[in-house]
Every structure is written in structure tokens, then in C-alpha cells.
């Protein structure tokens, strides 16, 4: 987007930002004259809103605020503007776990001790107690410098509360040497954060002179929650043309061993940007990440994609039946040339955009969330509408009451009540539609990234979770018998294995212990008698007679350890009889004996 900041910049420096502490500004950022809670007739808008939910709670932190003063659409005459900006000074949250329309929802308003920025990097912490949101970079708001590298902590209570507290960072040498860059695309998985891109200027890095659009960042940035851990590498020559992002949406989809990063939108630019080397790609290509082999994706897309657009909105979630949804709404699109209103769907594994044809309200810089117990309803909040760039972005008040609308993702289609006890998500009937005809069919795979994204048969891709097609029935009884033959197949011969292999061990430790139990019975046995009388060479009827064996014997080795004499031939000879000999003990060989 060419000079899309420049506005904002601009309108700050008319308002009277650029001017010292005095006027409107006040401690890191805009004035805190400005009430947060404006209620349904004063709130005009809200940008650059960030929103995350935790437990039966909705929090809101971030951006600038315009309202009206008293209901009266009084101007200001340090600006010509009806509604100027403040910063918002706190953290505001609502209930999730009630019905409410935006004109009756109530919020509370929490105290924020962290610098007031807007378009930071927020990452997500549910296992964190009652939830963590950490935030880091952004760009300063008013004529104070930017605040140093620092990285702040909101720990939620469960009860709609919380607390700031600054991280201390055990890993500083990493930390200090990451630019702080504003409009980044950042999302994470159970316990890392991550943040491609965006840009660094004077107004969100200290150690940067020059102004808006400054430098696009060249690197995907990752930060481990439990290990406090930075790490930082390059993009170039791995995503788009430059291996530059401004303004794009990320999304953590869970296919594969480890997950991918799918980063959608934005725009790009050479390192060293100005207002004409900004262009927005289109969506003929989505780019994928795999965060622990390190390997980029490259995947074609088809069916109805969006115009090119960076600052939308976007939520994933996952379908009944091996899919997994991405909603995007709204953003600025220089094909239009203006605010895009229209709801669009890519569908994964299919890489298939859908037109929801039901478009809301036009809206960029504002944020969303799933919410509600059946995770079917998106909660869109704040935004502007500038028109061509966003050039005028406080002169149109919010169509909807405080900013909310709620959008029913099944049905596609904008609602008027929150309900926390809306039925499940199921993937709208033209994605299941896409799935059922085949599609899977048509789709042009890069490289090898069918393998993660495909986790079982395509024909359960899409299916409705209460379908009672006939065709579909017989398909999955099928499949579950197939499912059931081969178990059970698999499971005999593994069996059969098992038994053989316990088989196999009794008989050799049978086998081992009869020879052990004849050599013992050998040595216990053994009881020397007198010779010659167990000789079967010579035998003697009486003393000093010798009778020969009628037929040759081969010569034997006497057992026993007893030394005898052999009396001569024709000598009459008296012979003694062998002392007992006591009984032997086995003794196995030294280990130097050889054979």
C-alpha cells in the first residue's frame, strides 16, 4: 500500500503530536484525556485494536480511539478533524459467557502501565495461569521517541482483570539485537510466538533515522514462552520477491509433526522502501513454514480469491472433518482502490478460496476472534474506513454500535446477538460441497507438502458432521471395515509373533537349565570305585590274574583323578586300592584356557 502510514503520521503532526509534551501529549504516547469506555453513542473508532480471548473473557489492548464528546459532534480546533484520536489508555475486556448485541454489551476498562503503542506484536499464552499476552515493538504514538527494546507481559485473572509487568529477558544479547518493527504478521503455536517482517522507522525503533516507510524487515522472528529464548532468521530468497511483509495476517494451521505458518496478504517492498515501492502480490501463491525443519512451502491456490489486500482481519478454525478454515475480512486493497467489505474463506487442505457473499461493513486495522463454546462465531471489532489509502480515516463514525459485529462462520453470514452456546462449527455447505465433488482431485501440490497436509483418505475431507447422504454412509462403512480388516489383521500377526518369540524363549531356557541340572548331577553322582573293576579293557577273577578282551578296544581315558599302577604281565603283584576320592566340586575354565 503506497503511503498508507504517511495519513496517519501526517494527521498526528496537524493534531498537534509533533509539538513537545505539551498540547495533546502526554508520558509515551497520545494525550489520557480521552475516556476508554465511550458507550454506544460516543464511540466514533477504534484502530489498531488487537484482540485475544481467555477463558469467558474477550481483552482489547492497543491503537488509538475517536469519540464524541457528551453524544455532540463537537470539532476540534487544533486539527479541523470532527473526531480526532487518543490513545487508549488501558486495557479493556468483556464477558464471553453471556448473550449480548453491540448496543448492550458493557466493557471493563483495566489500568496499563505499559507504554501506549499501536500495532504491536501480541502473542497468546493460555497455559500461562488464567492467560498471558505478550507484546513487543509497535510504533510510538505523539512526538515522544519510541521506548527502548523492551517486551511487556498482561497476565489475566480469570475474572476479566489483570496485570502489566515488563519481561526481563534472559537471553538479552538476542534481544538487543532485533529491530522493533510495526506491522508485522505474527501468530503462534502452544509455546512460540512468531513475527515476519514489517517495518522499522524513527517512529518504532530508536537506532532508525529514517521516517515512514522506513526499512522492511528481512527476518522471521520467533520467541519461546517457557524458555524466554529469541531467535531470528532470514527470509531472503525464501518468501516473495524481496523476502519483505508489511501488513500481512499469519496463522498457525495444525497439519504435520509440527505445524505450519501460513502467512496471507500484505504487501512488499525492497529493503530500503518509499511510497512507490510498495505493491500488494496476489493470492495465486500462499506461503507455508515449517518452524522446526526450517523449509518453506511455496503452494498455488484456486477458486475465489480475494482482491490484493493487506490490514485485514483473519481467524482459523478446524473442521469436523480433517479441514481447517481461514476467514478473512475486510482490509485496505489498492484493486479496489479503497476498503474492502467482503468476507472470503481458504479452505485447507484444499488451498480453495470461497466467497462468502455477505459482506459487512468496509473495515482495515481492526481485529478478530473466534469466540463462543462451539467456536462458530467471529467477533470482528474496530477499524477504520479512510476510503482511497486511508487517507481520511476519523471522518466516517462506525456503522456498528462500539465497533462489534458477530459473523456466523457455518452459516456465513452476519448476526445481530451474540449467543456463548451457539452450536459447533461445521465447514460452511459450499466448502463441504468442493470437498464431495472431488476436489482434493484438482489440487497442484509444490513440492513434498501433500505429505503433511494430508492426514487420511480425501473422501472424509468436507463432509458435514450430520450428513445422512447414503452414498456417504456406505463410504464410511466401508471405510470402517476396511479399518476393521486390516486391524485385525495386523493385530493377529503381531500377536502370532508375540507367542512364537515367548515360545522360542521358554523351550532355550528349558533347554538350558536340563543342561545344567545333567552336568550338576554328573559331579554329584560320581563315587570312585577299585580298579580294574570298572575297566572294560582288563578284568580279574582273582588277584594278579589278567584275562584279555576277545576283541580290540580302542584305548580310553579313565575318569577320576586317582593315580593307579598296571600291574606286568606274568609278575604276580599285589595291588592297593585307590584312596576314596573326596567328591568334586565343578569348576568352570580360567578365561585365558583355549581350546
Known amino acids: 500500500m503506497k503511503g498508507l502510514c504517511a495519513p496517519l503520521v501526517l494527521l498526528l503532526a496537524v493534531l498537534g503530536y509533533s509539538g513537545g509534551r505539551g498540547g495533546l501529549v502526554d508520558g509515551y504516547g497520545l494525550t489520557r484525556r480521552g475516556v476508554d469506555i465511550p458507550g454506544p453513542d460516543n464511540f466514533i473508532r477504534h484502530r489498531y485494536p488487537s484482540v485475544v480471548t481467555f477463558g469467558d473473557h474477550l481483552y482489547i489492548d492497543g491503537g488509538v480511539l475517536s469519540q464524541r464528546i457528551n453524544g455532540t459532534d463537537s470539532n476540534s480546533t487544533q486539527s479541523g478533524q470532527t473526531y480526532p484520536f487518543y490513545a487508549v489508555n488501558s486495557t479493556l475486556s468483556l464477558r464471553l459467557n453471556e448473550s449480548w448485541t453491540n448496543d448492550t454489551v458493557t466493557f471493563r476498562s483495566i489500568s496499563k502501565t505499559a507504554p501506549l503503542l499501536s500495532q504491536q506484536v501480541y502473542w497468546s499464552d493460555p497455559s500461562n495461569g488464567a492467560g498471558a499476552l505478550y507484546t513487543w515493538a509497535g510504533m510510538a504514538l505523539g512526538s515522544d521517541p519510541p521506548p527502548t527494546n523492551e517486551q511487556w507481559l498482561f497476565n489475566a485473572d480469570g475474572a476479566g482483570g489483570g496485570t502489566w509487568s515488563q519481561v526481563p529477558q534472559g537471553d538479552f544479547r538476542g534481544f538487543s539485537q532485533l529491530r522493533r518493527p510495526v506491522g508485522a504478521a505474527f501468530t503462534q503455536s502452544a509455546h512460540v510466538g512468531y513475527a515476519l517482517g514489517g517495518q522499522t522507522t524513527s517512529m518504532?525503533?530508536?537506532?532508525?533515522?529514517?521516517?515512514?516507510?522506513?526499512?522492511?524487515?528481512?527476518?522471521?522472528?520467533?520467541?519461546?514462552?517457557?524458555?524466554?529464548?529469541?531467535?531470528?532468521?532470514?527470509?531472503?530468497?525464501?518468501?516473495?520477491?524481496?523476502?519483505?511483509?508489511?501488513?500481512?495476517?499469519?496463522?498457525?494451521?495444525?497439519?504435520?509433526?509440527?505445524?505450519?505458518?501460513?502467512?496471507?496478504?500484505?504487501?512488499?517492498?525492497?529493503?530500503?522502501?518509499?511510497?512507490?515501492?510498495?505493491?500488494?502480490?496476489?493470492?495465486?501463491?500462499?506461503?507455508?513454514?515449517?518452524?522446526?525443519?526450517?523449509?518453506?512451502?511455496?503452494?498455488?491456490?484456486?477458486?475465489?480469491?480475494?482482491?490484493?489486500?493487506?490490514?485485514?482481519?483473519?481467524?482459523?478454525?478446524?473442521?469436523?472433518?480433517?479441514?481447517?478454515?481461514?476467514?478473512?475480512?475486510?482490509?485496505?486493497?489498492?484493486?479496489?482502490?479503497?476498503?474492502?467489505?467482503?468476507?472470503?474463506?481458504?479452505?485447507?487442505?484444499?488451498?480453495?478460496?470461497?466467497?462468502?457473499?455477505?459482506?459487512?461493513?468496509?473495515?482495515?486495522?481492526?481485529?478478530?476472534?473466534?469466540?463462543?463454546?462451539?467456536?462458530?462465531?467471529?467477533?470482528?471489532?474496530?477499524?477504520?474506513?479512510?476510503?482511497?489509502?486511508?487517507?481520511?480515516?476519523?471522518?466516517?463514525?462506525?456503522?456498528?454500535?462500539?465497533?462489534?459485529?458477530?459473523?456466523?462462520?457455518?452459516?456465513?453470514?452476519?448476526?445481530?446477538?451474540?449467543?456463548?452456546?451457539?452450536?459447533?462449527?461445521?465447514?460452511?455447505?459450499?466448502?463441504?460441497?468442493?470437498?464431495?465433488?472431488?476436489?482434493?482431485?484438482?489440487?497442484?501440490?509444490?513440492?513434498?507438502?501433500?505429505?503433511?497436509?494430508?492426514?487420511?483418505?480425501?473422501?472424509?475431507?468436507?463432509?458435514?458432521?450430520?450428513s445422512s447422504s447414503t452414498d456417504s454412509s456406505e463410504d464410511s462403512s466401508q471405510v470402517r471395515r476396511t479399518g476393521v480388516i486390516v486391524g485385525s489383521t495386523v493385530g493377529a500377526v503381531v500377536l502370532l509373533t508375540i507367542m512364537g518369540v515367548v515360545v522360542f524363549l521358554v523351550v532355550r531356557w528349558h533347554r538350558r537349565r536340563r543342561e545344567d541340572t545333567v552336568v550338576g548331577d554328573t559331579f554329584e553322582e560320581y563315587r570312585p570305585e577299585p580298579w580294574p573293576k570298572d575297566s572294560p579293557r582288563l578284568r580279574s577273577t582273582t588277584p594278579g590274574t589278567m584275562i584279555s578282551s576277545p576283541t580290540p578296544v580302542e584305548p580310553i581315558e579313565i575318569l577320576g583323578t586317582a593315580r593307579e599302577e598296571l600291574p606286568a604281565e606274568d609278575v604276580d603283584m599285589a595291588y592297593e586300592l585307590p584312596v576314596p576320592t573326596p567328591r568334586l566340586r565343578p569348576e568352570l575354565p580360567d578365561r585365558k584356557y583355549s581350546y
Not at 294 to 313: D, F, I, L
Not at 421 to 439: D, F, I, L, M, R
Open 204 to 466: 518504532t525503533d530508536r537506532s532508525v533515522q529514517k521516517a515512514y516507510p522506513g526499512y522492511a524487515l528481512t527476518d522471521l522472528v520467533s520467541y519461546d514462552f517457557e524458555t524466554g529464548k529469541w531467535a531470528n532468521v532470514s527470509t531472503v530468497g525464501q518468501y516473495g520477491g524481496y523476502g519483505t511483509s508489511l501488513n500481512a495476517r499469519a496463522e498457525y494451521i495444525p497439519f504435520g509433526p509440527n505445524g505450519l505458518l501460513l502467512f496471507l496478504g500484505g504487501a512488499e517492498t525492497p529493503v530500503d522502501a518509499t511510497n512507490n515501492s510498495i505493491v500488494e502480490p496476489t493470492w495465486n501463491i500462499v506461503y507455508l513454514h515449517d518452524p522446526v525443519t526450517g523449509k518453506w512451502y511455496r503452494q498455488p491456490t484456486s477458486g475465489a480469491r480475494p482482491p490484493v489486500v493487506e490490514r485485514a482481519c483473519s481467524v482459523g478454525v478446524q473442521g469436523p472433518n480433517n479441514t481447517y478454515e481461514i476467514f478473512i475480512y475486510g482490509g485496505n486493497s489498492d484493486q479496489i482502490d479503497g476498503t474492502s467489505s467482503d468476507v472470503h474463506v481458504l479452505s485447507l487442505p484444499g488451498f480453495v478460496f470461497f466467497d462468502a457473499h455477505s459482506p459487512g461493513t468496509p473495515r482495515a486495522d481492526h481485529g478478530c476472534a473466534v469466540v463462543g463454546k462451539g467456536k462458530r462465531q467471529m467477533l470482528s471489532y474496530g477499524g477504520v474506513d479512510g476510503g482511497q489509502l486511508l487517507r481520511d480515516p476519523t471522518t466516517t463514525p462506525d456503522p456498528w454500535k462500539q465497533g462489534l459485529g458477530i459473523y456466523d462462520m457455518t452459516e456465513m453470514k452476519w448476526v445481530d446477538l451474540y449467543d456463548p452456546n451457539a452450536a459447533n462449527y461445521e465447514s460452511p455447505a459450499a466448502v463441504a460441497e468442493w470437498y464431495a465433488n472431488g476436489g482434493m482431485d484438482t489440487v497442484a501440490w509444490c513440492d513434498d507438502l501433500k505429505d503433511l497436509m494430508i492426514n487420511g483418505s480425501s473422501s472424509t475431507y468436507g463432509a458435514p458432521g450430520n
